[in-house]
């Protein structure tokens, strides 16, 4: 028995998928959380464990509660992928497909995609994203997939490390912010009113 140590990280060097094929490859395999990167890697995810997931539902739920308020938006829970906006080099990899923790898109932007792109993966980059990092996470990567969200054109977006008790901010066009726990977050300009408390993660 093959024993295999997730996220899984595919390169796919040599078999070039259009965005199509990848879309066919999810629909074909709905028990795999499969992302994929802007140089083309497939990620295959590692099933969130209980504590993780709990934090990450009241994540989104404390963001669509303002939502539901402020009615500005749409909120998408981690099982959505949306197709980003990245140039990788060649048509296979154009684009990436990404899974937040936790999303937000505004309104307008929203109600400007057709049905058929609000109904398969969203070409859009959502422009507040919220990421959780789980045990399993390797750090440099999940860095690197929130670089990838700011290259799309998220407007903001925080990365949640219970490992190192912090939270680091990005902002489009703007250096990262590392704090430490705990410490209070603000939608800023782009969730107007939103603020979130965040406390030290249980050891």
């Not at 980003?84 to 154009?94: K, N, Q, T």
């Not at 990404?98 to 109600?111: I, K, T, Y």
Request: aromatic fraction near 8%; include cysteine.
């Amino acid at each position: 028995m093959v024993s295999l140590t997730l996220p899984l990280v595919l390169e796919t060097t040599e078999v070039h998928l259009t965005d199509e094929q990848f879309y066919q490859l999810c629909r074909s395999n709905p028990d795999l959380a499969i992302e994929r990167s802007a140089k083309g890697a497939l990620i295959v995810m590692t099933p969130v464990g209980g504590e993780g997931g709990s934090y990450e539902m009241e994540l989104g739920a404390d963001l669509t509660l303002w939502n539901r308020q402020t009615k500005l938006g749409k909120t998408f829970s981690s099982s959505t992928l949306f197709k980003l906006p990245i140039g990788g080099g060649g048509e296979a990899s154009a684009s990436s497909f990404r899974s937040p923790d936790a999303a937000w898109v505004e309104l307008s932007r929203w109600q400007a995609l057709t049905p058929e792109q609000r109904r398969k993966f969203p070409p859009i980059a959502p422009d507040f994203v919220i990421e959780l990092r789980s045990p399993s996470d390797d750090l440099e990567l999940l860095q690197a997939k929130m670089q990838e969200y700011m290259d799309a054109g998220v407007r903001l977006g925080w990365m949640l490390n219970p490992q190192e008790q912090q939270v680091e901010i990005y902002r489009q066009g703007q250096p990262k912010e590392v704090r430490q726990l705990p410490t209070e977050l603000s939608g800023e300009d782009v969730l107007p009113g939103f603020v979130l408390p965040v406390s030290r993660f249980e050891d």
